[in-house]
């Protein structure tokens, strides 16, 4: 990593630079051998969800172990789809995801940018009484949230899925307000002499130049909310408003030695966050050396 | 005199507006705050001193559910779960990270193809990894064995063994530390590089360079990452429940995998026991803070801000 300063160094002898382009071929390949090695047990499982997807029980219990299935067996594809109400489940978990994303791009910027570029009184209270909710367990709240949707008859709806959102959470806020820490005051400095709100300026300029990092935001939200299990399993009980977490759970129990249907509907369940990240990658890992780099 | 007299009321009037316009700004956060962490965290504490079903109206019992649960063996074995995750999990996952985001921060060609693999279990929802896993860590049929048996080791029966069921789960954590790698990656990548240079120069050595260089500028980071690690293995559920419900029980074989949050909704949306449950939530919130507390205590120590923050 740094020992090309030393090894370019013109300050060395041409027998030292050579030693020292041996070595440091030698370690580039030692690295590549062991992030290889590590890449390979990351994809290793993924493969083996999609390979045993599409085996035939035959195939999944065969000994000695098949890598690849004598036959195609898409029928577990069909089955899982066929087996529990899939597009629902499908519907609901983008419905919830989508309004999810939606309430904390609107709601979490705006915090950020008070607690950023406002300098009010009790602007550091609050930024701590924030961070300070980071380390509340969701356990601890868990149970008046319920009791208090359960009296607004919300229990069953996708509510207390998606109301907490349109309020910001503070992990999002937190890496919002990173960002706009960074952006230099003297771009909003001339606007605010020509008497622009603050308001304006948030709308106008700030909004247009953080689109990487809402946009960042707006995926890790999607994500947390696509993935979560404990939220819609304690409010959603009527199976038709299951959310695919909970719907795919229902596979355990019932269909328990049926492999290859539960690996791909796991598979439909994560494909789908795959080929997103795929698309969005290069933003959302610039968004995230942006936000998270302090 | 009224000049200056002016100019205070001046300066007065320009923070009221300040702080107005701030609160305004904030105002999502301070409502979502108030409704859905402070009051649900008083009246957790009201609940916790009541015997409540949801049904009828809470009955006022005081202590008793915190003396009970002192007195309930589930209690200290869901604890107990959750601190070996909690100790076992946390460490091993954030070094392994660490050395990744130390090995790709090298200039090795590929670095966002290595990225993206690393990446790419974390988009795994959590119940269709543990389905994965389940069957990767199939005593009979599955893959982990099979490779081990190919090594000449009989594996173990990972997830019905009491023993074995806990290091399963670690297991499948490393797989899910993608996130805390980039983060690391992202925080390497702002280490000023003249400070290598200059410690080149000195000739101090590798490791040398990683403790007095990396390690200090990437402190924060991993004060960051250790607090949210700790919170997340506190609340370890999904998972566990997962794997529990495979053996047809809530905490899995012989109780290994009833960790605290699953015992938690067990009482609560099981049995019903709303106040018991909500003496157990504050007492995790009391662990939690303690622990929280402990490690920015003794985070003075090691964690080193740049002296432009």
């Known amino acids: 990593m740094v020992n090309k300063a030393v090894s370019d160094g013109s300050l060395q002898s041409p027998v030292k630079k050579k030693k020292g382009s041996i070595k440091r071929k030698m370690s580039s390949t030692l690295k590549h051998l062991v992030l290889g090695l590590v890449g390979l047990c990351f994809l290793g499982p993924f493969a083996y969800l999609l390979l045993t997807s599409i085996k035939s029980i035959d195939d999944i219990f065969a000994v000695p172990f098949v890598w690849w299935p004598k036959e195609l067996f898409l029928e577990n594809y069909s089955n899982a789809v066929n087996a529990i109400p899939f597009f629902r489940y499908t519907l609901n978990t983008l419905f919830v995801a989508l309004l999810c994303v939606l309430g904390e791009v609107i709601a979490a910027p705006l915090t950020a940018y008070g607690l950023a570029r406002i300098n009010f009184k009790g602007r550091g209270i609050i930024f701590m009484v924030m961070m300070g909710t980071i380390m509340l367990p969701s356990q601890s709240t868990m149970i008046p949230l319920y009791i208090l949707f359960n009296k607004m008859n919300l229990v069953n709806t996708f509510w207390p899925l998606i109301l907490p959102a349109f309020f910001g959470a503070a992990y999002y806020i937190f890496l919002l307000r990173q960002f706009f820490m960074g952006i230099p005051q003297?771009?909003?400095?001339?606007?605010?002499?020509?008497?622009?709100?603050?308001?304006?300026?948030?709308?106008?300029?700030?909004?247009?130049?953080?689109?990487?990092?809402?946009?960042?935001?707006?995926?890790?939200?999607?994500?947390?909310s696509w993935k979560d299990y404990q939220q819609p399993l304690i409010y959603l009980?009527?199976?038709?408003?299951?959310?695919?977490?909970?719907?795919?759970?229902?596979?355990?129990?019932?269909?328990?030695?049926?492999?290859?249907?539960?690996?791909?509907?796991?598979?439909?369940?994560?494909?789908?966050?795959?080929?997103?990240?795929?698309?969005?990658?290069?933003?959302?890992?610039?968004?995230?050396?942006?936000?998270?780099?302090? | 005199m009224t000049e200056q007299h002016n100019n205070t009321i001046g300066i007065r009037k320009r923070e009221r507006k300040l702080l107005i316009t701030g609160l305004l700004f904030t105002s999502p956060w301070i409502i979502g705050f108030l409704v859905f962490q402070l009051y649900p965290i008083l009246a957790s504490f009201y609940y916790s001193m009541t015997d409540y079903n949801?049904?009828?109206?809470?009955?006022?019992?005081?202590?008793?559910?915190?003396?009970?649960?002192?007195?309930?063996?589930?209690?200290?074995?869901?604890?107990?779960?959750?601190?070996?995750?909690?100790?076992v999990g946390v460490v091993p996952h954030m070094a392994f990270a660490l050395i990744m985001a130390l090995l790709l921060n090298a200039k090795v060609k590929g670095q966002s193809i290595?990225?993206?693999?690393?990446?790419?279990?974390?988009?795994?929802?959590?119940?269709?990894?543990?389905?994965?896993?389940?069957?990767?860590?199939?005593?009979?049929?599955?893959?982990?064995?099979?490779?081990?048996?190919?090594?000449?080791?009989?594996?173990?029966?990972?997830?019905?063994?009491?023993?074995?069921?806990?290091?399963?789960?670690?297991?499948?954590?490393?797989?899910?530390?993608?996130?805390?790698?980039?983060?690391?990656?992202?925080?390497?990548?702002?280490?000023?590089?003249?400070?290598?240079?200059?410690?080149?120069?000195?000739?101090?050595?590798?490791?040398?360079?990683?403790?007095?260089?990396?390690?200090?500028?990437i402190s924060p980071m991993t004060l960051f990452q250790l607090i949210m690690m700790l919170i997340a293995s506190f609340q370890y559920f999904t998972e566990g429940m997962v794997f529990a419900e495979a053996t047809q029980s809530t905490g899995g074989p012989e109780n290994s995998l009833l960790f605290y949050s699953i015992y938690l909704y067990?009482?609560?949306?099981?049995?019903?026991?709303?106040?018991?449950?909500?003496?157990?939530?504050?007492?995790?919130?009391?662990?939690?803070?303690?622990?929280?507390?402990?490690?920015?205590?003794?985070?003075?120590?090691?964690?080193?801000?740049?002296g432009d923050k």
Do not use: C, H
């Open chain 1, 186 to 224: 003297e771009i909003t400095e001339s606007s605010k002499i020509d008497g622009a709100s603050e308001f304006r300026i948030y709308w106008q300029m700030m909004l247009p130049l953080s689109r990487p990092a809402i946009f960042t935001v707006g995926l890790l939200v999607f994500l947390s």
């Open chain 1, 237 to 294: 009980n009527d199976p038709s408003k299951w959310t695919l977490s909970v719907g795919l759970k229902a596979f355990i129990g019932e269909y328990n030695v049926e492999w290859g249907m539960l690996m791909a509907a796991a598979a439909l369940f994560t494909i789908p966050m795959v080929v997103l990240y795929f698309f969005v990658q290069k933003v959302f890992i610039q968004g995230i050396t942006m936000t998270g780099s302090k």
């Open chain 2, 54 to 87: 949801l049904f009828s109206a809470p009955t006022w019992v005081g202590l008793d559910n915190y003396t009970n649960l002192f007195k309930d063996d589930k209690f200290y074995l869901s604890m107990y779960n959750t601190l070996y995750m909690t100790i």
């Open chain 2, 114 to 217: 290595y990225r993206t693999i690393y990446f790419l279990p974390t988009l795994v929802p959590a119940v269709a990894g543990s389905l994965l896993w389940m069957w990767l860590l199939n005593s009979q049929y599955g893959f982990i064995n099979l490779a081990l048996e190919y090594v000449g080791i009989a594996g173990p029966n990972w997830l019905i063994d009491p023993d074995w069921t806990k290091p399963s789960l670690v297991l499948m954590g490393f797989w899910g530390t993608g996130t805390i790698t980039v983060m690391y990656l992202a925080a390497l990548q702002d280490v000023p590089k003249m400070y290598y240079e200059a410690a080149d120069i000195d000739g101090a050595s590798k490791w040398r360079q990683f403790w007095t260089i990396t390690f200090p500028s």
């Open chain 2, 266 to 306: 067990q009482q609560a949306f099981s049995f019903l026991n709303m106040g018991y449950a909500s003496a157990m939530a504050w007492m995790l919130f009391v662990v939690v803070m303690f622990f929280a507390l402990v490690i920015f205590k003794t985070s003075a120590k090691w964690v080193y801000y740049g």
